[in-house]
């Protein structure tokens, strides 16, 4: 089990910035990376970005370059820096717990919070 708890989110012109925080408690599954994934009406949710417990980071095409994902091991914290905001950033964000074994792989486990919107209008 984990409980994610996602804060941060809201409306913002593009260009612009907003951080977003994940605090997970009551975990009682081993992982050691930390993902934010994004949903937008009717469309699958997709990884964002993720962090392995020694600071390996991994950032979807979309992103690179804008986004920024950083964690605190000790307080099993997240954090997403979000600049140079655009409209189709806009979605409902998450984060996830889960296994990174190398490069690219992170496997979620499926554990979500209640999700933090953002909005960016144009």
């Known amino acids: 089990q984990a409980q994610l708890v996602e804060s941060g989110g809201g409306l913002v012109q593009a260009g612009g910035s907003l951080r977003l925080s994940c605090a997970a408690s009551g975990t009682t599954v081993s992982f050691n990376a930390m993902a934010w994934y994004r949903q937008a009406p009717v469309r699958q949710r997709v990884r964002v970005a993720f962090?392995?417990?020694?600071?390996?980071?991994y950032y979807a095409d979309s992103v690179e370059g804008r986004f920024t994902i950083s964690r605190d091991n000790a307080k099993n914290t997240v954090h997403l820096q979000m600049d140079s905001l655009k409209p189709e950033d806009t979605a409902a964000y998450y984060c996830?717990?889960?296994?990174?074994?190398?490069?690219?792989?992170?496997?979620?486990?499926?554990?979500w919070g209640q999700g933090t919107q953002v909005t960016v209008s144009s």
């Open positions: 962090i392995s417990n020694n600071g390996i980071t």
């Open positions: 996830n717990v889960g296994r990174w074994s190398g490069g690219a792989k992170y496997q979620s486990y499926d554990f």
